[in-house]
C-alpha cells in the first residue's frame, strides 16, 4: 500500500514502483566516526556546556590548557575526571604540568594516576567521545601555531559507551592524586636532569659525575639488596617499591638513599635505584601482592625512583666487587664508596636512547635521573615485578576518599613472582 499525494490509500503491485518521490536516499550511518586534525575545535566547544559527565585521559598536559579546564570545570553542573600518569622526568622536562594538576584538584576535578597510560581519550556524557594521538597540551590539541600533526577520531554515538567503560576499568587501577602525592612528584622532578627534545644524549661520564656526587653526601648511606629471580631493569625503570623485615624495629632506609639492585639467580648488580620516602608500616599492602604471610614477614614499604637503570647491559658480579656471598645473607649490605664506584663504572651505561615526549619507550632504553639525589640484619624482601598498568604505592593503603570514583582500597594484582632470598 502507499499513501498519495491526495492522502488516499492504494494498493500497488511493489514490482511496478520504480521510484519515490522524494528520490530515495542511502540511509546514513548514524553519527559515523569522524577524523579531525584539531581535537581542540571539537573538545572545547562540548565542554563549554558538557551533556553529561567529563573524562578526559591523557598522560600529558601543559598549564595553559590546565588553566582552560579549570576554568570551564569550575563553572560546570557534571563531575570532570581526569586519567593521567605522573611521571618526574616528564615534569622536568616541560610536558606536565604539576602546577597545572594542582589548578585543576582545587577546581574539584577527581584525578588519577595510571602509570602504564599512553591513550588519549576524551569521552562527555553518552554521546560524545574523541580518541586519539592529542595530548592535553597546547600543541597536542592544536591550539597556537607550533601545533603538531596530531589525528583524532570522533567515535560513533553508538561506541561512546564502550571507551568510557576502557577508562573506568584503568580508572579502578589508578591511584589517587591528592596534593601531597603532586608535592612529591614536584621535589622529585626537581632533582632530575632537564632534556629538550633535540639535546645531546648526557654522556657516561655526566652520570657518573651525577650519581657520585649525590653518594658522597654526609647524609647519602649506599646499599647492595638482593632479590631472587632474574634481573629485570624495566621494574626499576618507574617508580617502585620493596618491603622490609621490621625484626629489629624500623628499617634504616631513608629518603635520598641509593640501592644497588642485585639478581640472585643472574648473579649480578644491574640497576641503581633511589629510596623516595621513609619506610612505612603497610603489612596489608605487602599481603596483597605476596600473601598474608608475607605481609608479616616484611612488613615495612618503600618506595624507589630511578637513578640508572640500563635495560641492555650486563651488571657486576659479588667477586668483582669483592664482596663475597654471605656478605648478603641478610639480603641487603651498605656498600662503601669504592664499591658504589665500581658498580657505577661496571654497568657501563650508553645513554644513546631514552624516553621519548611521545611517551613510547625505545628498545635499547636507558633510564637516568642524573641530577638527584644503620647496618641491619633483618631478612627483607625486595618488590620486583613486571611492568603493570599501575605501580603499587603505600601510600594509598586503605585509602578513603570523596571520590566517586574511588574505593577504600585499591585493589590490584599482578602476575609477577617477588621473593627475597
Known amino acids: 500500500m502507499l499513501i498519495g499525494d491526495d492522502h488516499r490509500i ?20 548514524m553519527n559515523p566516526p569522524r577524523v579531525v586534525t584539531r581535537a581542540a575545535d571539537e573538545l572545547f566547544s562540548r565542554l563549554e556546556n558538557p551533556a553529561g559527565d567529563v573524562t578526559l585521559c591523557a598522560p600529558f598536559l601543559t598549564s595553559e590548557i590546565a588553566d582552560r579546564l579549570a576554568d570551564l ?25 604539576v602546577d597545572g594538576l594542582r589548578t585543576l584538584l582545587e577546581a574539584g576535578v577527581h584525578m588519577v594516576n595510571y602509570p602504564k597510560l599512553h591513550a588519549k581519550a576524551y569521552v562527555i556524557g553518552h554521546h560524545f567521545a574523541l580518541v586519539g594521538s ?14 603538531n600533526a596530531e589525528l583524532s577520531v570522533i567515535v560513533p554515538e553508538s561506541d561512546v559507551d564502550s571507551v568510557q567503560q576502557v577508562l573506568d576499568l584503568w580508572w579502578s587501577h589508578g591511584e589517587d592524586i591528592d596534593a601531597p602525592r ?24 655526566d652520570t657518573e659525575s651525577a650519581l657520585l656526587e649525590d653518594a658522597e653526601r654526609d647524609d647519602v648511606t649506599l646499599w647492595l639488596k638482593a632479590h631472587y629471580g632474574p634481573a629485570r631493569p624495566d ?12 625484626s629489629t624495629g624500623t628499617p634504616s632506609f631513608k629518603p635520598g638513599d641509593l640501592v644497588a639492585i642485585y639478581s640472585q639467580d643472574d648473579h649480578s648488580c644491574y640497576c641503581i635505584v633511589e629510596v623516595t620516602d621513609e619506610p612505612r608500616y603497610s603489612p596489608d599492602f605487602v599481603a596483597k601482592f605476596e600473601g598474608a604471610d608475607n605481609g608479616d614477614r616484611w612488613p615495612w614499604v618503600n618506595t624507589t625512583a630511578p637513578r640508572l637503570i640500563p635495560t641492555n647491559q650486563t651488571g657486576i658480579s659479588l667477586h668483582d666487587l669483592g664482596i663475597k656471598a654471605q656478605g648478603l645473607q641478610g639480603g641487603r649490605r651498605r656498600l662503601t664508596i669504592d664499591e658504589f664506584t665500581n658498580i657505577i663504572s661496571a654497568l657501563n651505561v650508553s645513554l644513546g636512547a631514552r624516553t621519548e615526549p611521545d611517551g613510547d619507550d625505545r628498545s635499547d632504553r636507558v633510564t637516568v635521573d642524573s641530577s638527584r639525589r644503620d647496618h ?15 605501580k603499587p604505592e603505600p601510600d594509598h593503603i586503605a585509602l578513603h576518599s570523596d571520590n566517586p570514583r574511588s574505593s577504600d582500597y585499591l585493589h590490584r594484582q599482578t602476575e609477577a613472582t617477588r621473593n627475597e632470598p
Request: no cysteine; charged share 20%.
Open 73 to 97: 570545570a569550575r563553572n560546570s553542573e557534571v563531575d570532570w575526571y581526569l586519567l593521567t600518569h605522573l611521571d618526574a622526568q616528564a615534569v622536568a622536562n616541560g610536558y606536565q604540568s
Open 10 to 29: 492504494y494498493n500497488v503491485d511493489p514490482a511496478t514502483v520504480r521510484h519515490l518521490d522524494p528520490d530515495p536516499e542511502k540511509v546514513p550511518f
Open 235 to 246: 621494574t626499576w625503570s618507574r617508580e617502585s617499591w620493596f618491603s622490609t623485615s621490621g
Open 182 to 205: 603532586l608535592d612529591r612528584l614536584d621535589e622529585l622532578a626537581r632533582r632530575l636532569p632537564r632534556f629538550s627534545p633535540t639535546a645531546p644524549p648526557t654522556t657516561t661520564t
Open 134 to 147: 592529542a595530548n592535553l597540551t597546547a600543541a597536542g590539541l592544536g591550539v597556537n601555531i607550533a601545533a
Open 376 to 390: 641491619a640484619d633483618e631478612f627483607e624482601k625486595t618488590a620486583h615485578h613486571e611492568p603493570l598498568p599501575f
